[in-house]
């Protein structure tokens, strides 16, 4: 089993920053690829970015910028640096990762931790 734990979110004003942290923890053989989603109230999960094992970064438009993805791998920890925060960055974040556990490979899903923009 894997567990996804994610620490970071809050409330902050327009233009300011946080930071977001997600460790995976379990029997954990690899981890491929690594992320966050988002989900805002009314609205569908929409995936913000993704870091690879390896690999490059990937944002989505409305993110690029302004959020930095990165990973510690010796820690099993994705990150993601959000600045100059706007309003509609408001939702629940989720982080995911694809791991291998006991040689099978599935996505495992953070709890959720919510952003809030607003003054």
């Known amino acids: 089993q894997v567990q996804l734990v994610e620490s970071g979110g809050g409330l902050v004003q327009p233009g300011g920053s946080l930071r977001l942290s997600c460790a995976a923890s379990g029997i954990i053989f690899s981890i491929n690829d690594m992320g966050w989603y988002r989900q805002a109230p009314g609205k569908e999960r929409e995936l913000v970015a993704h870091?690879?094992?390896?690999?490059?970064?990937s944002y989505t438009d409305s993110v690029k910028g302004r959020f930095t993805i990165s990973r510690d791998n010796a820690k099993n920890t994705v990150y993601l640096q959000m600045n100059s925060l706007k309003p509609e960055d408001t939702a629940v974040y989720y982080c995911?990762?694809?791991?291998?556990?006991?040689?099978?490979?599935?996505?495992?899903w953070g709890q959720g931790t919510q952003v809030t923009v607003s003054s």
């Open positions: 995911y990762s694809r791991t291998n556990s006991r040689g099978v490979w599935n996505d495992y």
């Open positions: 870091i690879p094992s390896g690999g490059y970064a």
